[in-house]
């Protein structure tokens, strides 16, 4: 069964990482992505790495602030998180890319609250 489990402060320092602890799939042949969704919105894409690490994207809302990484070593996502904003206040969820049925993965997400 794949398995994605975040880990993370609910309230943190302007500079933070949170992880993802990926089980039951092959973790080095997906691309991993992290999204987030506050109250009231909608879940958006936040920052996306492919496979091997190589190739990365980000939401240009965090651009230049946080940094998607992986250790597939370990099984690990990683989201550092460097200036953050009362905006980046919401549900972080790491998710693994559909497989041959179509089909993605969700993590059950943990909450990130910035104060102002």
């Known amino acids: 069964q794949v398995q994605l489990q975040e880990s993370g402060p609910g309230l943190l320092k302007p500079s933070q990482t949170l992880s993802c602890a990926a089980s039951?799939?092959?973790?080095?042949?997906?691309?991993m992505s992290w999204y987030r969704q506050a109250p009231g919105k909608e879940r958006e894409l936040v920052a996306v790495?492919?496979?091997?690490?190589?190739?990365?994207n980000y939401a240009d809302s965090v651009k230049g602030r946080f940094t998607i990484s992986r250790d597939n070593a370990k099984n690990t996502l990683y989201l550092q998180m460097n200036s953050l904003k009362p905006e980046d206040t919401a549900v972080y969820y790491c998710?693994?890319?559909?497989?041959?049925?179509?089909?993605?993965?969700w993590g059950q997400g943990t909450q990130v609250t910035v104060s102002s």
């Open positions: 998710k693994k890319a559909p497989g041959r049925l179509g089909i993605g993965s």
């Open positions: 790495i492919s496979s091997a690490g190589g190739i990365t």
């Open positions: 039951g799939f092959t973790f080095s042949s997906y691309t």
